[in-house]
Structures are given as structure tokens and as C-alpha cells.
């Protein structure tokens, strides 16, 4: 029991937290001071023109002229003004398969991203949730492998590839990866994430194991798996290496590839490239913008951090 000093009030003795029935006033975050909050969007203002200094120069450069871009000093603002890197590409002449080299784009890569989210999921489910002799050890296998440098299988890609007889077609720039450990390793997080009562309510319900794998698991992991195919377009539309190695015909080539035969031996327009990382750049801001809610929701679910 707290008594009161002689001359003190009740106000000016503080309640004791160990005595029954005194609760404590949750500690309030403490404020921000100006300076730091001054700092804080400074930071951010620093990395957004860091992140969008390249785009913004990519984009003036395509609709500069080729004297105005190679000009010193260097320019921000064009001048004067030109289409003529768009026409150029869009147009009759030797950049005519640009459209050609969009589609193929396209689809490879749509494609692609729909095989990779179905092997994965199913390969993901299986470590994530079944139990098997050596499961431990094909998934400590699979992570071993995102740890390998990407040109340790250019060759042994390609010489399946060309047993398969896919060079030269969109079937080897679709069908090669499918099969990718992050997508595997990615999954897997997400699905040891969700409850196991679920899976037990469908088993009393009467499901099977591909019942609750296609009517309860994928349904809640949304998220993840739109996270996994916007991740393989992206990697499959960027991917230039490759391409170039398995695809030879002008009308076959993939839009990175292609992009890259308009620059001669002797001088390289670059505002006829920079048009062409424009248009190649449309889709994939388009398709992040979708995407980004699904994203972040999938990131934060499987606690994976960039």
C-alpha cells in the first residue's frame, strides 16, 4: 500500500506497476525531430533521381538526333525535338522486324512465366508440405544451385536444346528454365507460411492431396504466384545472352537480341537503341504497376527480403 508523505499530494507520487491493479499508459513512439524528418526526405529525394536519372536520360536520348546525341556537352533537352528513331524502328527499312521481335518477345516470355509458376508450385508444394525419404536433401540440392553462376549451364542447355531440335525456334528460350531454384526455393517459403489446419479440414472433407494442392493452397497463394511470374517475364524479356546463342533467323530473334543488330561495326546510333529500351521498357513498368500490391503482399508473407 503507497502512503502519502506529509505535504504531498496524491498527484505528485507516481503509481508503483507492480501494485495490483495499476496499469501502465502505453509508451507513446517518440516524435521526429525536424531535422530528421528534413534528412529523411532528402534521402528519399537523393535515391529517386539516382533511380530515375537513367530512364530520364534513355527517354530524351530516343528523340534525339544522332549529331545532337553525340554533341559536347551533353544535353538533357533535345534539339531539336525527333521522331525519327521511332519511325526508323516502326518503319520500312532494315529495323522492319522490331514489330517481329516484340511479339516473339511477348510470348516467350508469357509463356515462359506460366511454365515456371506451374513446375515450381508443384515442386514448392511437395517440399513445403509432403513427406518423402531425401526431402531434405533435394531441396538443399535445388538452393545449391541458385548459388552457380548462370553460364556453368550454357552448354549443357544447349546441347540438350539442339538434341531436342529447338534452336533457331521460341521453344528454347521457353522450356530451358522452367524449372529455376528461386521459384522453388521462393514458393516453398510461402507455402510453409499458410496453417496446416486448412489441409486437415479438406483431408476430413474428403480431398485428396491434388484436391487441397489446386482448391486450397494455390487459391491462397495468389500473392506469391503472381509475384513468381511477373519475376520470370522480367528475367525472360531482359535475358539477352541466351537468345543470342540458340536463336540465328532475323524474324526469330527475341526483342534484347534483336535490338542489339542495329548498332554498326563503325558508329552506334544511340537514339535508335535508346528507342528501342523505350519500347522494350513499356511493358515492364506496365506489368510492375499491375503487379506491385501482389508483391509486396507476397515479400512480406514469405519473409524474404531484397
Known amino acids: 500500500m503507497t502512503t502519502l508523505a506529509s505535504g504531498s499530494s496524491a498527484a505528485d507520487i507516481e503509481p508503483d506497476p507492480n501494485e495490483p491493479g495499476t496499469e501502465q499508459a502505453p509508451r507513446q513512439p517518440a516524435a521526429k525531430t525536424p531535422l530528421g524528418q528534413v534528412l529523411f526526405w532528402l534521402m528519399l529525394i537523393v535515391l529517386t533521381v539516382i533511380f530515375l536519372a537513367p530512364l530520364l536520360w534513355m527517354i530524351s536520348t530516343s528523340f534525339k538526333t544522332h549529331e545532337d546525341a553525340t554533341r559536347l556537352p551533353l544535353s538533357w ?3 531539336p525535338w525527333d521522331i525519327g528513331s521511332y519511325r526508323t524502328l516502326f518503319g520500312s527499312g532494315s529495323a522492319n522486324p522490331v514489330l517481329r521481335w516484340f511479339l516473339n518477345s511477348i510470348v516467350a516470355a ?4 506460366i511454365l515456371i509458376v506451374a513446375v515450381d508450385a508443384a515442386a514448392a508444394y ?9 526431402k531434405k536433401l533435394i531441396f538443399g540440392t535445388v538452393i545449391t544451385t541458385i548459388f552457380l553462376p548462370a553460364f556453368v549451364f550454357l552448354i549443357p542447355n544447349f546441347l540438350i536444346v ?3 531440335g529447338w534452336l533457331d525456334s521460341l521453344w528454347a528460350i ?3 528454365s522452367a524449372g529455376g531454384a528461386f521459384g522453388v526455393f521462393f514458393l516453398r517459403q510461402f507455402f510453409s507460411t499458410l496453417p496446416k489446419e486448412l489441409e486437415e479440414a479438406a483431408i476430413i472433407d474428403g480431398a485428396n492431396q491434388w484436391r487441397i494442392f489446386t482448391t486450397v493452397i494455390l487459391p491462397l497463394s495468389k500473392p506469391a504466384l503472381s509475384t513468381l511470374a511477373v519475376l520470370s517475364f522480367l528475367t525472360n524479356w531482359n535475358d539477352f545472352l541466351w537468345p543470342v546463342y540458340v536463336l540465328f533467323s532475323p524474324n526469330k530473334l527475341t526483342l534484347p537480341s534483336g535490338l542489339a543488330k542495329l548498332q554498326n561495326a563503325a558508329t552506334v546510333d544511340y537514339p535508335i537503341i535508346m528507342a528501342g529500351a523505350v519500347v522494350a521498357s ?3 513498368i506496365i506489368l510492375f504497376i499491375i503487379a506491385q500490391r501482389q508483391v509486396i503482399e507476397s515479400v512480406s ?3 524474404l527480403k531484397g
Open 110 to 113: 508469357a509463356a515462359n512465366s
Open 77 to 79: 533537352i533535345p534539339r
Open 282 to 284: 513499356v511493358p515492364v
Open 126 to 134: 511437395a517440399l513445403a508440405r509432403l513427406d518423402f525419404p531425401g
Open 162 to 164: 539442339s538434341k531436342l
Open 301 to 303: 508473407r514469405s519473409g
Open 174 to 176: 521457353i522450356v530451358p
